[in-house]
């Protein structure tokens, strides 16, 4: 099993670009979820899916997309790139929202 | 809204000593609680995963104790060595709500 992966690694954009920052897991997990983690302000929920279909929002979604087409795969995308989306972003899976949480390696995201 | 504070928010000792990470929570009524560590520039490795019917679980020199009606955790490492230097976090899980995060502890394991 790959367990999470996250494409790219890193990424640089200018303001106003979009982008979509890749989610995928193998472990046939129903709950997948997307995190931004920012100095001095720990690990932030976006946006989070219990299961193909369905998504909702977290404590900052606003400048965020997602949809959840098939179990594995959970996109998140940027539709107009912006200085404090300047981050590292995390997804996160699990079979569902109450079990263990499995992290990816994360995106570094700059916005110049 | 269920806030979790992890103290102290770093922490120095040297090797092989015993040490314990704290973290505590506003909303007892939790489902579970979780311990990751993550390494600098790195994700996150879940460690440990204590089900609010479980007082305590263990891996290895990890031990992570769970008391719901004060609202609080530890986590317990034994003989600590350089490579348990990281950053330790804590969430909680209520329901089929998301994780809440700590703002963690960063750990220093003198050689």
């Known amino acids: 099993n790959a367990g999470v992966t996250q494409t790219p690694k890193f990424q640089v954009l200018k303001t106003g670009q979009s982008m979509t920052l890749q989610c995928a897991q193998d472990?046939?997990?129903?709950?997948m979820s997307w995190y931004r983690q920012d100095p001095g302000m720990g690990l932030r929920l976006i946006h989070y899916?219990?299961?193909?279909?369905?998504?909702d929002q977290g404590e900052v979604p606003n400048g965020y997309n997602v949809s959840r087409s098939t179990t594995e795969d959970f996109p998140l995308r940027l539709l107009s790139a912006a200085p404090s989306q300047t981050s590292v972003y995390f997804c996160a899976s699990s079979t569902y929202a109450g079990n263990e949480q499995y992290f990816g390696p994360g995106t570094r995201l700059t916005v110049t | 809204k269920q806030e979790v504070t992890q103290i102290p928010a770093a922490l120095s000792v040297p090797e092989g000593e015993n040490l314990v990470l704290n973290c505590s929570f506003t909303?007892?009524?939790?489902?579970?609680l979780q311990w990751f560590r993550q390494d600098p520039g790195k994700g996150l490795t879940s460690l440990l995963l204590?089900?609010?019917?479980?007082r305590e679980q263990t891996s290895g020199r990890l031990n992570a104790s769970l008391d719901k009606s004060s609202g609080r955790s530890t986590l317990y490492i034994a003989a600590s060595q350089p490579g348990d230097s990281a950053t330790y976090l804590c969430?909680?899980?209520?329901?089929?709500?998301?994780?809440?995060f700590g703002k963690g502890t960063r750990l220093s394991v003198i050689a």
């Open positions: 909303d007892s009524a939790i489902y579970n």
């Open positions: 969430a909680v899980i209520k329901g089929n709500t998301p994780l809440v």
């Open positions: 899916s219990v299961g193909a279909g369905i998504t």
């Open positions: 472990m046939n997990h129903e709950y």
């Open positions: 204590i089900q609010s019917s479980q």
